[in-house]
């Protein structure tokens, strides 16, 4: 079993910054990717970035420039570093990692992030 716990979630002002973060209870090695999703109400969840085991990354057009994915193996941990926040960047914010023995994928139960000014 995997557990992913997010925190960091916030209100901000629009241009502002946060740093979302994603505690693994195993080792970041044992999954082949993980990644941030977000939904906002009334909308389907999305991808917003991802970094796999070799450290390729991949960002949603509406965030390259503006976030930054990484992850610290000591820590079992991922984060999301997001500078210059819109309005629209509103929702909640979800970890996803997949398991790279089974493929079986896991969610953590969100963090929700609020840019208003």
């Known amino acids: 079993q995997v557990q992913l716990v997010e925190s960091g979630g916030g209100l901000v002002q629009p241009g502002g910054s946060l740093r979302l973060s994603c505690a693994a209870s195993r080792s970041i090695f044992s999954f082949s990717d993980m990644g941030w999703y977000r939904q906002a109400p009334g909308n389907e969840r999305e991808f917003v970035t991802s970094?796999?085991?070799?450290?390729?990354?991949n960002y949603a057009d509406s965030v390259k420039g503006r976030f930054t994915i990484s992850r610290d193996s000591a820590k079992n941990a991922m984060y999301l570093q997001m500078n210059s926040l819109k309005p629209e960047d509103t929702a909640v914010y979800y970890c996803?990692?997949?398991?790279?023995?089974?493929?079986?994928?896991?969610w953590g139960q969100g963090t929700q992030v609020t840019v208003s000014s």
């Open positions: 970094i796999t085991r070799a450290n390729s990354t």
């Open positions: 996803n990692a997949r398991l790279l023995y089974s493929g079986a994928n896991y």
